[in-house]
């Protein structure tokens, strides 16, 4: 691999896949037609699609972006080609249940190629992106005609999705939305604006189907008076064919940092005689109904994140490998000593190890996330369906949050690994940078989803959720009891969990007391603290697996593995061997280089400072 082409790490998805989670073995039994062999060739041709026709367009995309012409938005060169090849190879509904037309294979599985396409190009997947979001609230929560006439459109990637939150005064505050919505016979008909709308207008497929938030005249004020609504580029007549164009006006587009290959969109709704528009669910129930599309979104993320943040990587590694730059620290006093290539240098060494350690946590941690959804599917009515939602809720906030704050730092250390080469356009890693700073801003600010994690997931079912995760975590930790030579990496992730046991007393505390303000002033403290925590036990499981296969492996290939020189040499020559090795260096770098911040988070919680408040800004 070179730094500028783009390459799967088809191993490590693997290894989450059939060594962390086993997905081969899941219980659900619309499964039952695949095994492992299915599974692989799934990932090894979107690992082709991805690297062939996908990574080329990242850098296209990029420099082109979309235009805008009188209301309609032409996308990149190249992207509509791929999106053809795209919906024709059956990419787009992977996951969803069969009876609607999808793949019905399992959500690890899909993670995976959602990662492989993103990281080859992050602005084109927001296409097809979130029309699977969309797809997956209307199977379960729209009625016959639109299952019937809306929803297998958007399993094939006929027709697009988008979700319709934000307006001029409604950003954060969604609650605060405008847009109306008033009864015309069997539908509404909406009017207003929305702003920042991903995919809202381009020309990739024959119609878009907007979720939309609104209010009916007579809705109470803030979120308990929204409604959830269908609003269809092209009116959608009874037979499901396409009628006239709905009152919707793209009426431009914004020019960004990044993802530029991806339009970002204004959107003006009913200036002229009403868009078209149908109810999901009953009115002032909107808010309830988009949550799961939200945190559908806001996983999808978190993948995101981690996508982009390994495509830096790789190419960072690449670049390391081949770039040769002065000598050995203990040869550099010497003007003939050999040059070598920038990977013998210490620090380069301390940024690959950060960046590696923090994206194979974070892969874990979003394909975790899915085999959660599909467990709570497969333990419907059962004490562990409880468990496992108990799990994704506490979770997602994380999963968004973290993973976007470490994407943008994991896509910078990249860079600079690269040093001024990285921050010029000849390789990819500036655009990496670009392209992955909205993620901690979109779908909810990092900032929010902290609130959510200590005002909602926390306490909710009076704690039980929290325990929930508490107790997954510490069952991780406890498992490496059985590798002695873990023992000073366990010992580290003792000392962070019960750090998080005791800054969430803390938190818990300061709320009890009516001090929410200072509380909400830490949140996001909590929340680093709690990823970091999370993360390590991703890493300390995979730790667990590849020490015990490095036993195997070693003992099957006679080498003392005490011997230095004897497994140096081993790892040399067994490439098995040292994907193993990698995996019990990235919980050893992590537990010593990471955990460490979690005592000064716990300082900053513990001492529960108002300044914050109190700062004349």
């Known amino acids: 691999m070179s730094a500028t082409e783009f390459e799967v790490d088809q191993r490590d998805i693997q290894f989450v896949l059939f060594e962390q989670l086993k997905v081969q073995d899941l219980p659900n039994s619309s499964y039952k037609d695949f095994d492992r062999d299915m599974y692989e060739m799934v990932v090894g041709e979107a690992a082709k699609l991805a690297e062939e026709t996908l990574a080329p367009l990242n850098a296209t995309g990029d420099r082109h972006g979309c235009k805008w012409d009188d209301g309609e938005v032409t996308t990149p060169p190249g992207y509509k080609e791929a999106y053809k090849t795209y919906i024709e190879g059956g990419w787009q509904g992977l996951s969803i249940d069969a009876e609607h037309g999808g793949g019905g294979l399992p959500k690890p599985i899909a993670l995976a190629v959602v990662e492989m396409f993103t990281g080859a190009c ?236 923090q994206v194979e946590g974070m892969r874990a941690l979003g394909m975790t996330l899915g085999y959660y959804a599909d467990q709570y599917l497969a333990h419907q009515g059962t004490p562990e369906a409880e468990r496992y939602m108990d799990l994704l809720e506490v979770l997602t906030p994380i999963c968004k949050s973290w993973c976007s704050d470490q994407c943008f730092m994991v896509a910078s250390q990249a860079l600079q690994i690269f040093g001024g080469y990285g921050y010029i356009g000849e390789y990819p890693v500036e655009q990496y940078v670009r392209d992955s700073k909205v993620f901690s ?24 959720s929290f325990m929930a995760t508490m107790n997954e975590l510490n069952q991780r930790i406890s498992a490496l009891g059985d590798h002695p030579e873990l023992a000073e990496e366990q010992k580290a992730l003792e000392a962070a969990r019960d750090r998080l046991s005791s800054a969430t007393m803390t938190m818990m505390s300061l709320g009890m007391g009516g001090k929410m303000e200072v509380a909400a002033s830490h949140a996001c403290d909590l929340l680093n603290l709690f990823g970091d925590v999370v993360i390590a036990t991703s890493l300390a499981e995979q730790a667990r697996i590849a020490s015990s296969r490095l036993s195997e492996l070693s003992s099957e290939a006679g080498v003392d593995i005490t011997d230095t020189e004897a497994r140096t040499g081993w790892l040399r020559e067994d490439s098995e061997a040292r994907f193993y090795a990698r995996k019990v260096d990235n919980l050893r770098f992590f537990a010593h280089q990471f955990l460490p911040r979690t005592a000064g988070l716990e300082l900053q919680i513990a001492a529960k400072d108002a300044t914050v408040l109190e700062a004349v800004l």
């Open 122 to 357: 992050s602005a084109f997947v927001m296409y097809p992106g979130l029309t699977v979001a969309v797809a997956n609230l209307l199977s379960r929560m729209a009625n016959d005609w639109t299952r019937e006439h809306i929803l297998p459109k958007l399993v094939s990637g006929e027709w697009s999705g988008t979700m319709c939150l934000t307006e001029a005064q409604a950003g954060s505050a969604v609650g605060d939305v405008r847009t109306v919505a008033r009864r015309d016979g069997d539908s509404y008909l909406l009017e207003g604006s929305k702003i920042f709308i991903t995919s809202g207008e381009h020309d990739l497929c024959s119609n878009i189907i907007h979720i939309m938030l609104a209010r009916t005249p007579d809705a109470p004020a803030g979120i308990r008076g929204l409604s959830l609504f269908i609003v269809p580029k092209y009116r959608i007549n009874e037979d499901g064919s396409l009628g006239d164009k709905n009152d919707i006006y793209c009426s431009g587009i914004e020019h960004k940092m990044g993802l530029n290959g991806s339009s970002t969109c204004t959107l003006s709704i009913g200036d002229n005689e009403g868009a078209q528009a149908f109810l999901i669910g009953d009115e002032s129930e909107g808010i309830l109904r988009m949550f799961s599309l939200m945190n559908e979104a806001r996983i999808g993320v978190g993948v995101q994140s981690y996508s982009v943040a390994a495509a830096a990587y790789q190419s960072a590694l690449a670049y390391a490998r081949d770039r040769i730059q002065g000598t050995r620290l203990a040869e550099f006093k010497d003007a003939h000593a050999e040059r070598v290539p920038i990977i013998d240098h210490p620090d380069v060494r301390r940024m690959l190890l950060s960046c590696r350690s």
């Open 441 to 464: 801003i979109y779908e909810g600010t990092n900032g929010i989803q902290a609130l959510d994690l200590i005002g909602r997931k926390m306490g909710q079912h009076n704690g039980r």
